[in-house]
């Protein structure tokens, strides 16, 4: 047994041995009249709420509504124990008698995802829960026999000093909040059900009646206590509320039945449908129409791109925990193929049936949906490809244009210049054309420079073992290169790690005011990884600087990835990792 | 009284062969800007006689410089504009006197566009 079910089972007896506990106070108080009318509904009503809860707890663990519903049970029956004639056991029930109304606000406002869904629903939970445990306790400091209207209760044991008008100000003044947040909490009730459709509220209406039920009747209970009414018309308002209050969970129980109920209908439907073979799209509204659920999505598990993609190939990320969606993860031989994104409450294990039933149907969407998306991809990195490309030739005309260029410019005018001076002044002639020479020297070293740069001469004739040699014996710094020994690889993939290599360095030598740097190169799981570490400044930004982007953009193209770990202050390392196909 | 010249080009290895060839041709290379706004604030201080004005600078372009240099009050030097580039390419240009190709550069081409 897991230890969730030993702490299960460990409630379930504490609920059973309090149940029979307060029965036997009920039952042992000489002052109540239809004591066992009491004890009856008390018992029927706190065994309920434990036993059920305890049930939803153990099946959805995940979901606190079976928590709630265990703790609702438990207060109520702490309740019971001011019917005690012993004075501890007396005061600790009052002074607990009304935290079940608190557990029973923060159970309706958390149906059916076990979660608060705003800060308004956590502020009025945490207030009720303040008010009858913090707010409520120092008041049982003043309070005597006579300020309770109960001259046979026990004694208070909390009684410092009996003040009955303090007492009654209190009492008035929470109850009145008391009024207050019920209030609201119906007001969001009604709200939530006015945006439901109509599958979400089959499953909301069953435990929304009961519930806003006995909040209503409560409240008129207390109004009424508070107006002074009779013993008599507060019992049975007491006692008519206890039934409302007495069927919530096994509305509860008949909720999570009819959505079984429904579900396992739904995969028979859907059986006999899926066999029609489905068009694009309709599987998912077959699942939504079985289900009653118009806003189930039916994702695609993509495992290359270990991503989640609709019926159209696009990407779609899983709804967070706590957002108030359900998950479930449909496998097909073991394999992860689609996740259904459904209502909190809704499905479990009869999803697993529908996805083992549908699975063929669901594996046939999958693998279009895998199609559209790697269509999508080839379109995006095509368009990619171009983008680079023409970046690229731009650049060139850029450093073609600045560099070269300008030097055979000037060599020109020099060239004329020393012509005009050879005869009057052959020194003056020698020197600019000295000058003329050094321009020359400095435009073919950029010229080769760019010619590098298009495509490394040395890496179609001798590879990317002596490319990179070249590379790290040219950088202005030293350069420790670790490569392990591998066939040739495909001319793209080894001039994508050339490029890598030569501008992780180049900004090395630019940027990172480093003293060593080193490059690994290995074949790891089908792909050539790529890295280059350095020990300067760190700091470097991939999303800022063309550079390191349009790296990324040129690996995209062969589905390489590029990642940069640049903390300020601790080195740079250049990852790329490129698919060697 | 020799033609007093600004140079303005982005590429200090044409300022300076560019220089060296106009003084030996009798101008007076009284300033160099090496981009459009410095182009501006010369002109005002040095009132050259001719610009020698870059198609392509790092800020605003040579013809912009030039309009610029036209509508300023009491500011009329002659613009010449030089690229390296093909004239061609460069579609037509208002406001100057004229165009010479970097690399056939010499005082008798500025002195016939004067």
Not at chain 1, 218 to 236: F, K, R, Y
Not at chain 1, 299 to 322: I, T
């Amino acid at each position: 047994m897991t230890s969730l079910g030993r702490a299960l089972w460990a409630l379930a007896a504490a609920g059973f041995a309090m149940g029979l506990a307060a029965l036997a106070l009920i039952l042992t108080n000489d002052e109540l009249e239809a004591a066992a009318a009491w004890g009856a509904g008390t018992l029927v009503v706190g065994w309920s709420f434990v036993g059920v809860g305890l049930f939803a707890w153990a099946r959805r663990p995940d979901n606190r509504v079976g928590m709630l519903m265990a703790g609702t049970g438990f207060a109520w029956l702490l309740a019971a124990f001011s019917f005690s004639d012993v004075p501890l056991i007396f005061t600790v029930g009052q002074i607990f008698g009304s935290l079940f109304f608190a557990v029973v606000m923060h159970l309706l406002l958390a149906f059916p995802s076990g979660r608060l869904q705003s800060r308004l629903e956590r502020r009025l939970v945490l207030a009720a829960y303040l008010l009858t445990t913090v707010v409520i306790a120092p008041m049982w400091l003043f309070a005597d026999a006579e300020a309770l209207h109960c001259d046979s209760c026990p004694e208070n044991v909390l009684l410092v000093e009996p003040n009955e008008q303090l007492v009654t100000t209190v009492t008035s003044a929470l109850n009145i909040v008391g009024v207050g947040l019920v209030v609201t909490v119906l007001v969001i009730l009604v709200r939530r059900w006015r945006q439901a459709n109509a599958g979400q509220r089959r499953l909301l209406v069953p435990v929304y009646s009961a519930g806003a039920a006995v909040m209503l009747l409560l409240s008129v209970t207390v109004v009424l206590q508070a107006s002074g009414a009779d013993t008599w018309t507060l019992d049975v308002f007491w006692i008519a509320s206890m039934v409302p209050f007495a069927l919530v969970p096994y509305m509860f129980l008949v909720t999570l039945v009819r959505a079984r109920m429904i579900q396992t209908g739904a995969v028979g439907q859907l059986i006999a449908r899926v066999n029609e073979a489905p068009r694009r799209g309709e599987l998912r509204d077959e699942l939504a129409r079985a289900l009653g659920d118009p806003s189930i999505e039916l994702l695609y598990w993509l495992p290359d791109g270990e991503r989640f993609v609709d019926s159209r190939g696009h990407d779609v990320k899983l709804p967070a925990p706590g957002s108030g969606r359900g998950v479930t993860r449909i496998e097909r031989d073991g394999e992860l193929v689609a996740a259904l994104v459904h209502d909190a409450l809704s499905f479990d294990r009869e999803l697993d049936a529908l996805g083992a039933a549908a699975g063929m149907a669901i594996e046939n969407e999958r693998l279009d949906a895998e199609l559209r998306a790697k269509v999508a991809e080839l379109r995006d990195s095509r368009s990619r490809m171009l983008r680079v490309g023409l970046e690229e030739r731009r650049r060139l005309e850029r450093d073609l244009h600045d560099g070269a260029q300008q030097r055979l410019v000037s060599m020109a005018l020099n060239m004329r210049l020393a012509r005009d001076r050879m005869r009057d002044d052959p020194d003056a002639a020698e020197r600019i054309l000295d000058g003329a020479g050094a321009e020359l020297d400095a435009a073919l070293e950029e010229l080769r420079e760019l010619a590098r740069g298009i495509h490394p001469a040395v890496l179609s004739d001798r590879g990317l073992d002596a490319a990179l040699e070249t590379l790290a014996r040219r950088a202005p710094l030293p350069v420790e290169l670790n490569r392990e020994s591998y066939e040739r690889l495909p001319e793209s993939i080894e001039l994508a790690a050339y490029f890598v290599v030569s501008e992780a360095l180049t900004n090395v030598a630019k940027y990172a005011d480093a003293s060593h740097a080193q490059v690994n190169v290995a074949r790891r799981n089908g792909k050539l990884l790529v890295e280059v570490t350095d020990d300067g400044v760190g700091g470097a930004d991939p999303d800022n600087g063309t550079g390191l982007r349009g790296l990324a953009d040129r690996l995209a193209v062969i589905e390489g990835r590029l990642e940069v770990d640049s903390s300020p202050g601790a080195g740079t390392t250049i990852r790329a990792r490129i698919p060697c196909g | 009284m020799a033609t007093s010249v600004l140079i303005v080009d982005d590429h200090p290895s044409f300022r300076a062969s560019a220089r060296m060839l106009l003084e030996s041709e009798g101008f007076d290379v009284v300033g160099e800007a090496e981009d459009g706004e410095g182009a501006l604030v010369a002109v005002r201080e040095l009132k050259p006689d001719v610009v020698l004005l870059d198609v392509q600078l790092p800020d605003i372009d040579g013809p912009e410089v030039a309009a610029r240099l036209a509508a300023a009050n009491g500011l009329c030097p002659a613009v010449v504009l030089t690229s390296s580039r093909d004239l061609h390419d460069l579609g037509a240009i208002g406001g100057v006197r004229g165009f010479i190709p970097k690399s056939e550069l010499s005082g008798a081409a500025l002195e016939a566009l004067l």
